[in-house]
T-cell receptor
Framework: QQPVQSPQAVILREGEDAVINCSSS?????VHWYRQKHGEAPVFLMI?????EQKGHEKISASFNEKKQQSSLYLTASQLSYSGTYFC????????????FGSGTQLTVLP | DAGVIQSPRHEVTEMGQEVTLRCKPI?????LFWYRQTMMRGLELLIY????????DSGMPEDRFSAKMPNASFSTLKIQPSEPRDSAVYFC??????????????FGPGTRLTVL
């Protein structure tokens, strides 16, 4: 099943913070975050693994609550370049290593 | 590194025609994924190869869709016959060998398919 992302869209001013949430109905092994700009391919941001290991972007942080099967992406002091659609991809525990992506959160940063 | 290469970048065809999309993964990557993206359905996994072997094709919509990976550096996604509802952006992505989940997927630029 597709993970649920919230909010669907958010608009903020440069310098403001935002949180994007991702929730799954299945036990998860990892959560991946990607950003896609209009007309472009998704670009990797962050991976969070069961057990606390992380790998990703220096200026973007995220959390992974394994018990609640949820992840949140934190965008602090947002820049114009942060605009785009953010997708979480979930990898269920015991799966064959493929991701199921959420429907995306459209983030718009205004000057 | 050239990244994941897809061709063509745009394809316009008429209903009933055969369409072949091509993908060259990043050298050394052993997993390859085909996705379809539409406004209505978002980013859907169609098929996943590991070491050139199809692992999960449960996302392939129907028999009109087929995918092959004859070697580690090339994959095709074929639609025959194509229908207007197949119009979408098709992405290919690859991931480094090791089989561990903490390696990210690298996406190609996509092929925008329009079926008239």
């Amino acid at each position: 099943q597709q993970p649920v992302q919230s909010p669907q869209a958010v608009i903020l001013r440069e310098g403001e913070d935002a949180v994007i949430n991702c929730s799954s109905s299945k036990a998860l092994y990892s959560v991946h975050w990607y950003r896609q700009k209009h007309g472009e391919a998704p670009v990797f941001l962050m991976i969070l693994l069961k057990g606390g290991e992380q790998k990703g972007h220096e200026k973007i942080s995220a959390s992974f609550n394994e018990k609640k099967q949820q992840s949140s992406l934190y965008l602090t002091a947002s820049q114009l370049s942060y605009s785009g659609t953010y997708f979480c991809g979930t990898e269920p525990a015991g799966s064959a290593r493929q991701l199921t992506f959420g429907s995306g959160t459209q983030l718009t940063v205004l000057p | 590194d050239a990244g994941v290469i897809q061709s063509p970048r745009h394809e316009v065809t008429e209903m009933g025609q055969e369409v072949t999309l091509r993908c060259k993964p990043i050298s050394g990557h052993n997993s390859l994924f085909w996705y379809r993206q539409t406004m209505m359905r978002g980013l859907e996994l169609l098929i996943y190869f590991n070491n050139n072997v199809p692992i999960d094709d449960s996302g392939m919509p129907e028999d009109r869709f087929s995918a092959k990976m004859p070697n580690a550096s090339f994959s095709t996604l074929k639609i025959q016959p194509s229908e207007p509802r197949d119009s979408a952006v098709y992405f290919c992505a690859s991931r480094a060998r090791g089989g561990v989940s903490y390696n990210e997927q690298f996406f190609g630029p996509g092929t925008r398919l329009t079926v008239l």
